[in-house]
């Protein structure tokens, strides 16, 4: 066989390949292949402190970044809140978020649940807003609040962040078990 018959048989099996190639089998692209971000981080662990006294620590699978923002979008969080001792308050789990980083704010969402061990406290919506500096926690949308082994639904809520003070308006109790 001839070197120029060897070519056109190369170039043959090449565009017999890529026909069989489809571009459309590939797999589906995720959402976070579309995310443009400057930079982003991969199992982070942020402490969030004011006046040299850790408020908080935020761990998330990953983290997008903007040079031109100062919110950031955290994926996979979880947020450990402190007190002015340094022991924990509470615990913060979410799909998502996103972070404020000139006042530490974040905005939690998708199965946002908040935990408050020493009260035997569990609070569930969909989203869930972390402002250290305002002293405040709070959702404007339907909340779930187990306490102990009783359940109330309620439209929004709002705590201090000593949760010592916890409102939920529009209150609907669920389920108690008696005691």
């Given at each position: 066989m001839s070197a120029r018959r060897r070519k056109w048989g190369s170039a043959v099996l090449l565009l017999a390949l890529a026909a069989c190639f489809d571009a459309s089998e590939e797999g589906a692209t995720s959402e976070l292949e579309t995310i443009?971000?400057?930079?982003?981080?991969?199992?982070?662990?942020?402490?969030m402190s004011r006046e040299g006294i850790r408020e908080a620590l935020l761990t998330a699978d990953s983290m997008f970044i903007w040079r031109d923002s100062?919110?950031?979008?955290?994926?996979?969080?979880?947020?450990?809140?402190?007190?002015?001792?340094?022991?924990r308050r509470a615990r913060i789990t979410a799909s998502e978020g996103r972070l404020n980083q000139l006042g530490n704010e974040l905005t939690a969402s998708g199965n946002a649940v908040l935990t408050i061990p020493e009260q035997d406290r569990e609070i569930r919506t969909d989203e869930l807003h972390f402002a250290p500096e305002a002293d405040r926690?709070?959702?404007?949308?339907?909340?779930?609040?187990?306490?102990?082994?009783?359940?109330?639904?309620?439209?929004?809520?709002?705590?201090?962040?000593?949760?010592?003070?916890?409102?939920?308006?529009?209150?609907?109790?669920?389920?108690?078990?008696?005691?």
């Open positions: 443009d971000a400057d930079k982003i981080l991969y199992g982070v662990s942020l402490n100062t919110h950031s979008r955290v994926l996979g969080l979880t947020l450990l809140v402190f007190d002015q001792g340094g022991r926690v709070w959702t404007d949308v339907d909340v779930v609040m187990r306490e102990g082994e009783c359940e109330i639904e309620g439209d929004r809520l709002q705590a201090d962040m000593a949760f010592d003070d916890v409102r939920i308006w529009g209150t609907r109790e669920r389920e108690c078990a008696s005691r």
